[in-house]
């Protein structure tokens, strides 16, 4: 391996293991801003590559030389280089409701951390991942206030109450993927998924000086959950179908349910002590979630995807007592399981490169334009009676480098989701994000000349 390569490849590492490294003030912004992340368990985050991202978040079928695609494990098999991909992206959110009442939410976070290598080339591929599975990220501050008796005279005393949370799981994956012949690839992972949801409800008087009593303080409700789970994966490649040199793909994968262990917690916060108020061990039962997803190409300068995922949420079920008091935690999730509903996610997307496979081309002809969006109907519904759903265009610019197998890739993505009706709120969304993704070849002995 060169050594400027070898800098850049161990430069790249640290990079983004700081990046993805988490931090007390990272755990607090980062997530996708809005107040549906209160429910269930959070805003459900899936990340496959920085291709198929900016081709409406799908690519379920989607062979590439460039990218090892984390959402169905049977494209792992198609590898030739050792490549390593790391994704950070900003979003920001305004917020609205029926009254006109608005508010803007800005996060940064890291999408993912991939590493892949083949163990025979185009045929048996290895693939290791780290990212977000979901997120808690909002804030809400409402004014009120309370008859307190102060110096033997009752007053009014104004105090707000700021309801926020934080947190969510992350997923650990690994596993292989196999080409079993030209046309049929399989696959399998492992999959651990960990992490803590907390909701704080921080009451703040003020005029604390004028009633010493008062403190202010802050209650916390939490869950620290734990488990495994496993995806299977397939891949059917075709050639030749409905012209002479096209290519496609039919790609599928299943992620089974997933039981998680964990303890819920309330805790108090008061003149910069925590106190831990009550504790209680659970499970909950995560739904299993399916993909299917089409490819075509009709040459080498076109790629068009068509994606549908289905996630039967109205089937979680959670152990964890549903009573809250003063030392018990409130239910979870927030709401109870009758604020889920099942949730599916139709996507589609294309890709564009002006020079096709003419190595001599211009720079920008050899740059991939990739645009495309989804419709989304939301997992949570916390009415228990509206359905919310998500929509969204996508759009990235995907920049070829000096190193054969690197890419850069800037994506962005702008949407809505939710409503004003029934005292609900509507989410506009605009996010942008960057991607490293770096390819090499490795583990491979020179043959003598």
Request: charged share 20%; with cysteine.
């Amino acid at each position: 391996m060169p050594g400027f390569s070898r800098l850049l490849f161990l430069g790249t590492c640290a990079a983004v293991i700081l990046l993805a490294a988490p931090s007390p003030a990272q755990a607090q912004s980062n997530g996708e801003g809005t107040i549906y992340s209160r429910f269930g368990m959070g805003s459900l985050l899936e990340f496959s590559s920085s291709q198929s991202d900016a081709m409406g978040g799908g690519g379920y079928a989607l062979r590439s030389l460039n990218y090892n695609p984390d959402a169905n494990p049977a494209l792992w098999s198609d590898q030739v280089f050792t490549r390593l991909s790391g994704s950070a992206a900003y979003r920001s959110t305004s917020v609205e409701d029926a009254q006109g009442n608005s508010g803007r939410l800005s996060s940064g976070s890291v999408q993912a951390l991939q590493f892949n290598f083949p163990l025979y080339e185009r045929s048996l591929g290895v693939g290791i991942s780290f990212q977000p599975y979901s997120r808690s990220n909002y804030s809400r501050t409402k004014s009120d206030s309370a008859d307190i008796p102060i110096s033997g005279e009752r007053s009014e005393v104004p105090f707000e109450t700021e309801f926020s949370g934080s947190g969510g799981l992350h997923r650990l994956r690994g596993g292989l993927g196999y080409r079993v012949n030209d046309m049929l690839s399989v696959g399998a992972t492992a999959d651990l998924l960990f992490g803590t949801l907390e909701r704080r409800r921080r009451t703040t008087w003020t005029a604390p000086q004028e009633a010493p009593q008062l403190r202010n303080t802050v209650v916390s409700d939490g869950v620290q959950l734990s488990g495994l789970t496993s995806t299977l994966g397939g891949h059917l490649a075709l050639a030749d179908v409905f012209a002479e040199d096209d290519a496609f793909s039919i790609g599928a994968s299943v992620t089974l349910p997933a039981n998680l262990s964990g303890e819920q917690y309330r805790t108090l916060d008061e003149d910069l002590a925590r106190d831990t108020l009550s504790t209680e061990r659970g499970d909950v039962t995560l739904p299993w979630k399916g993909r299917l997803g089409l490819s075509y190409q009709p040459n080498a300068r076109w790629t068009v995807v068509l994606d549908g995922a289905f996630e039967p949420w109205s089937t979680f079920s959670s152990d964890f007592s549903t009573g809250a008091s003063e030392t018990v935690p409130s239910r979870f999730p927030a709401g109870g399981p009758g604020t889920l509903a099942d949730r599916w996610r139709l996507s589609t997307g294309a890709e564009v490169v002006p020079a096709g496979d003419d190595q001599l081309a211009g720079y920008f002809a050899q740059a991939a334009y990739r645009f495309g969006g989804y419709a989304e109907r939301m997992y949570v519904r916390p009415d228990q009676e509206t359905t919310l759903y998500e929509f969204a265009l996508t759009a990235g610019i995907s920049l070829p480098t000096s190193l054969s197998g690197t890419r850069i890739d800037l994506n962005t993505t702008a949407g809505t989701r939710g409503t004003t009706t029934n005292d609900l709120v509507r989410d506009r969304f605009f996010g942008v994000s960057l991607h490293v993704n770096f390819g090499e070849r490795w583990f491979q002995r020179r043959k003598l000349r």
